[in-house]
């Protein structure tokens, strides 16, 4: 079994690792909408997006959100 300090230490070696690239380094784009999702349910989160995609005009096209059965 995975522990969660490996999987959290994996997300950040792999974050350092893209963005800090010579080729192509990941970056946020200017306009993006940054959400912390840590202290949020999945349901929390799906509605902060709605709200956020019925507020904004630059959004124009539909969200489709899988949620576990």
């Known amino acids: 079994m995975v522990s969660e300090d490996d999987i959290r230490n994996n997300l950040v070696k792999r974050d350092r690792e893209e963005?800090?690239?010579?080729?192509?380094?990941?970056k946020k784009a200017e306009d993006a909408i940054?959400?912390?999702?840590?202290?949020?349910?999945?349901?929390?989160?799906?509605?902060?997006?709605?709200?956020?995609?019925?507020?904004?005009?630059?959004?124009?096209?539909?969200?489709?959100i899988l949620l576990p059965s």
């Open 34 to 64: 940054e959400l912390d999702n840590s202290e949020l349910s999945m349901e929390e989160q799906l509605h902060w997006a709605l709200a956020k995609s019925q507020k904004s005009s630059q959004i124009n096209y539909s969200i489709y």
């Open 19 to 26: 963005t800090t690239r010579t080729d192509s380094p990941l």
